[in-house]
Structure formats: C-alpha cells, structure tokens
C-alpha cells in the first residue's frame, strides 16, 4: 500500500469519526433539550436558542475536522 493510499485512507476514517462524533453529540444535545422543555415548558424557548447554537458550534468544529482531513490528504 502506498503511503498517498494510506493517506486518503486515514483522511476518509478521520471524516468519518468527525462526523459520527458531531452526530451523537447533536443527538445527545437535543435530548436533553427536549427533556429540559418537558419539565419546564416556560423556558423552551430559551432551551431552544442554546440547543441551536450549541449544535452550531458542534457542526463547525466538525466542519473544520473535515477541512483539516482533507488538506492532509491532498497535501503532496
């Protein structure tokens, strides 16, 4: 195997593992909104910015985990 193989090999895994991390971690996020909004229907919509902009925040770092893989597996 050559080392540009292992190269596109191990971007492709990273990207992977970037993107089923940010999704568990999105699907524990809105879990526990929803749960926080059923036990205090008042603060839903405060419950609802913070989700939003938490899973922003993980789909970003995501995006740039992606990016990073890619550069390092196009880099010669």
């Known amino acids: 195997m050559t080392s540009f193989a292992l190269a596109y090999l191990s971007a492709g895994f990273g990207a992977g593992l970037a993107v089923l991390g940010a999704g568990l971690g999105i699907g524990k996020l809105a879990a ?3 749960e926080g909004s059923a036990r ?3 603060a839903a919509g405060d419950i609802r910015t913070s989700m939003i902009i938490a ?3 993980i789909e970003g770092a995501t995006l740039f985990a992606i990016v990073v893989c890619l550069l390092l597996a196009l880099a010669k």
């Open 32 to 34: 526990a909104a929803m």
């Open 40 to 42: 205090q229907p008042t």
């Open 55 to 57: 899973a922003a925040l």
